[in-house]
């Protein structure tokens, strides 16, 4: 299984970084939009709502990982290897570890960086303390991104063609940054926005990283959400590993 996951992770490393175009998309694109837009866009104007509007469009962007991931899986039908692969019959568990585990890399580097850009230059506050504010940005982080790979992965084993899947990959970045209190904090949004944002992993990001900052640093918010991305992600992930079949012929145009 390791030599599986390393294998294929290798191979999506380099692929990653031959492109370089990516980090565009999870760097450039949230810094320039968060920074014209400012906070007034969340609807927030006390101490530190810079900061947080910087983190909600890393959250929202941080979904780029769904069409990165839709990207390492099609790749074996843009260069014809996906047939050596079904041959080969890898465990599907491993195949999907490697070939998401780079884009997870680059998916929570990215919320990493803003976050700390966030604390360190735009004066968002910890609450809970320095450490213990860390702490608490990293529960919610790290799930959050896992949900956004696991999310790609399942939308593969439902979508055949690459031009439709790398279609909904930005309009499920639009709607559920949206829906989630990513732009506009959720309190700000209509009645009808605020319940559909309950079903979105943007929203239990955001409530956490809203009370580890500009609320009172309370860890039971922290952690309830927190555990509720982990089993997003974790319940995500199994189903994708369920429905993976190799042997299906995809297409890459």
Known sequence: MIAVIGTFALI???????ARFPFVWFL?????????????????????????????FGVMFSYMTVNYV?????????THTWRRTATAAPPKAGYLLGKCLPVLTVG????????????????LPLRAGAAAGIAQLMLVLVPFAITGVATGALLYTVIRRAEVYFS???????????????IVASPQLPGWSQAAGLVTPHFWAMRAVDEATLGTGDWSVVLESSALLFL???ALTALAAVRLDPRKERYAI
Not at 12 to 18: D, I, K, N, Q, W
Not at 168 to 182: D, F
């Open 12 to 18: 999506e490393y380099r692929a990653l970084v031959r």
């Open 108 to 123: 929570l580097g990215q919320l990493l960086v803003f976050a700390t850009f966030a604390v360190t230059v735009l004066g």
């Open 70 to 78: 839709g990207r390492a899986l099609y790749r074996e039908f843009d």
């Open 232 to 234: 997003f992600g974790a």
């Open 28 to 56: 450039v694109l949230p810094a320039v939009t968060s920074a014209i837009l400012g906070p007034a866009v969340a609807g927030l104007s006390e101490a530190g709502a810079t900061g947080r509007v910087t983190v909600g």
């Open 168 to 182: 909904l990959t930005y309009l499920i970045l639009m709607v559920l940054g949206a829906l989630g209190g990513a």
